[in-house]
């Protein structure tokens, strides 16, 4: 009896730890570039297979899913997961906008052993983000801000010693080598950036607002800044490019048909996030060896300053995932140290974790200015998604639909920034800056 209770007990020992065969979906990236690394990291997780997890062990198949490419359109399709609470993306990338308005749809990282711990190496500004109601929701994967890219061969040859440090001088000089490139190129323009009504022309007017000191929409201590002189004036800078230093065009352009653009020859300067620097210096690049990196310009007046849009994607777990232990340690092993570093050498995704700037195999790289450059990625403008919270995705809807009427020419930047100013009121409740309660503030009454 004794010896058959003992091989029973080992029989039960061995079920336990039998490897278990489990898939995990991960919704990720919107560009070639993104889907491609995606699949050689989720391969390089499953060449360690295989995992102990808990008491377990796990041979894990990650299979790697295209996103939509407009992080507008990306959201949407969560959305429609989410409330069929349908687990068929166990991950997914959240844009660092999101936390907010899903964290009831994902995962609390932090119920796992070590993902405190972990966060410690990350900038805590973007963990403080990813924390709703003490809950982390997303881990950090790799941070954003937009910045300028220059042609420097350009530059140099029309005689300027570096780029520009105002919207005015920008102007001033994509209006120049427009003129002389123009006569050989009729396909050559001044400056390309996201005109497209969708979250990407949220963040370019976020910086243009910025810039002039014209604050941030929504402020962080929950008043709505929108109807001011400095953000009509920066309207009306950015549509005054449209069909001059832009193609008429840009107000349906999104990243990558700025990219394509620029990366053809065909722009002097480009708007764009860092993930276009790989692409734009790889050896099929028609400018390769004359792309130029600097902070976004200045705009005129108090007050005005350089200003760069927070960006960045984290990791996010479905709160409906049948395997959310698995998909925890996968997205541990995706935004992990080497994980990032190897991001920031092969698709120019800036990391989250402080200690890879440092790296000397990044600082042997093309991406070194990466360090050079920390400061403006430390202190980029945040989107009003926390203060907005859940009703940041309605709220720039209205901010980019505003903005987009103003470039085309369907309306004035005064008269949409006063009617945007009453939108946003009415949607978030939130009072307008320097308003009493019970004023009528509308455009009107001014």
């Given at each position: 009896?004794?010896?058959?209770?003992?091989?029973?007990?080992?029989?039960?020992?061995?079920?336990?730890?039998?490897?278990?065969d489990?898939?995990?979906?991960?919704?990720?990236?919107?560009?070639?570039?993104?889907?491609?690394?995606?699949k050689?990291?989720?391969?390089?997780?499953?060449?360690?297979?295989?995992h102990?997890?808990?008491?377990?062990?796990y041979?894990?198949?990650?299979?790697?899913?295209?996103?939509?490419?407009?992080?507008?359109?990306?959201?949407?399709?969560?959305?429609?997961?989410?409330?069929?609470?349908?687990g068929?993306?166990?991950?997914?990338?959240?844009?660092?906008?999101?936390?907010?308005d899903?964290?009831?749809?994902?995962?609390?990282f932090?119920?796992?052993?070590?993902?405190?711990?972990d966060?410690?190496?990350?900038?805590?500004?973007?963990?403080?983000?990813?924390?709703?109601?003490g809950?982390?929701v997303?881990?950090?994967?790799?941070?954003?801000?937009?910045?300028?890219?220059y042609?420097?061969?350009?530059l140099?040859?029309?005689?300027?010693?570096g780029?520009?440090?105002?919207?005015?001088?920008?102007?001033?000089?994509a209006?120049?080598?427009?003129?002389?490139?123009?006569?050989?190129?009729?396909?050559?323009?001044?400056?390309?950036?996201q005109?497209?009504?969708?979250?990407?022309?949220?963040?370019?007017a976020?910086?243009?607002?910025?810039?002039?000191?014209?604050?941030?929409?929504?402020?962080?201590?929950?008043?709505?800044?929108?109807?001011?002189?400095?953000?009509?004036?920066?309207?009306?800078?950015?549509?005054?490019?449209?069909?001059?230093?832009?193609?008429?065009?840009?107000t349906?352009?999104?990243?990558?048909?700025?990219?394509q653009?620029?990366?053809?020859?065909?722009?002097?300067?480009?708007?764009?996030?860092?993930?276009?620097?790989?692409?734009?210096?790889?050896?099929?690049?028609?400018?390769?060896?004359?792309?130029?990196?600097?902070?976004?310009?200045a705009?005129?007046?108090?007050?005005?300053?350089?200003?760069?849009?927070?960006?960045?994607?984290?990791?996010g777990?479905?709160?409906?995932?049948?395997?959310?232990?698995?998909?925890?340690?996968?997205?541990?092993?995706?935004?992990?140290e080497?994980?990032?570093?190897?991001?920031?050498?092969?698709?120019?995704?800036?990391?989250?974790?402080?200690?890879?700037y440092?790296?000397?195999?990044?600082?042997?790289?093309?991406?070194?200015?990466f360090?050079?450059?920390?400061?403006?990625?430390?202190?980029?403008?945040?989107?009003?998604?926390?203060?907005?919270?859940?009703?940041?995705?309605?709220?720039s809807?209205?901010?980019?639909?505003?903005?987009?009427?103003?470039?085309?020419?369907?309306?004035?930047?005064?008269?949409?920034?006063?009617?945007?100013?009453?939108?946003?009121?009415?949607?978030?409740?939130?009072?307008?800056e320097?308003?009493?309660?019970?004023?009528?503030?509308?455009?009107?009454?001014?």
């Open positions: 009896m004794k010896k058959y209770l003992a091989g029973l007990a080992l029989a039960s020992a061995g079920m336990a730890f039998a490897q278990q489990v898939t995990v979906t991960w919704l990720t990236g919107n560009t070639a570039t993104a889907l491609q690394f995606g050689d990291a989720a391969q390089r997780y499953m060449d360690t297979n295989p102990t997890i808990g008491d377990q062990d041979n894990v198949t990650v299979e790697v899913t295209q996103g939509p490419e407009s992080a507008t359109d990306r959201y949407a399709l969560l959305l429609q997961l989410f409330e069929a609470q349908s068929d993306a166990d991950l997914m990338d959240i844009d660092v906008i999101w936390p907010g899903l964290a009831q749809h994902l995962i609390d932090y119920q796992y052993e070590g993902v405190e711990e966060m410690q190496a990350h900038f805590p500004a973007i963990v403080e983000n990813n924390t709703v109601d809950k982390l997303g881990i950090p994967m790799y941070t954003d801000a937009g910045l300028l890219y042609r420097t061969d350009l140099e040859e029309y005689g300027y010693d780029p520009p440090a105002t919207w005015t001088e920008l102007q001033e000089m209006t120049t080598i427009m003129e002389g490139e123009g006569a050989n190129n009729p396909d050559f323009t001044g400056f390309v950036w005109g497209d009504a969708y979250e990407g022309l949220t963040c370019n976020l910086e243009w607002i910025a810039s002039f000191g014209g604050g941030n929409f929504i402020s962080p201590e929950g008043e709505i800044e929108v109807f001011n002189d400095q953000n009509i004036t920066a309207l009306e800078s950015a549509a005054s490019w449209v069909g001059t230093i832009s193609p008429q065009a840009v349906g352009f999104q990243e990558e048909d700025s990219r653009i620029f990366q053809n020859g065909n722009a002097v300067f480009m708007r764009n996030w860092p993930y276009a620097y790989s692409l734009a210096t790889a050896e099929d690049s028609a400018i390769a060896d004359s792309v130029g990196i600097a902070p976004l310009p705009g005129e007046g108090d007050g005005s300053t350089p200003a760069a849009t927070l960006g960045g994607w984290q990791m777990v479905n709160a409906y995932s049948e395997n959310p232990d698995v998909a925890v340690d996968v997205a541990r092993f995706l935004t992990s080497e994980e990032q570093l190897l991001r920031a050498l092969e698709v120019s995704n800036l990391p989250t974790i402080e200690s890879v440092q790296s000397q195999e990044l600082l042997d790289s093309n991406v070194a200015w360090a050079e450059l920390l400061p403006v990625f430390q202190n980029a403008v945040a989107r009003p998604s926390t203060i907005s919270a859940p009703r940041y995705n309605e709220a809807r209205q901010i980019f639909a505003a903005v987009h009427d103003v470039l085309t020419g369907a309306t004035d930047a005064e008269t949409a920034m006063s009617e945007l100013e009453i939108e946003l009121e009415d949607l978030t409740g939130l009072p307008i320097g308003a009493d309660a019970g004023t009528n503030t509308s455009f009107a009454s001014r």
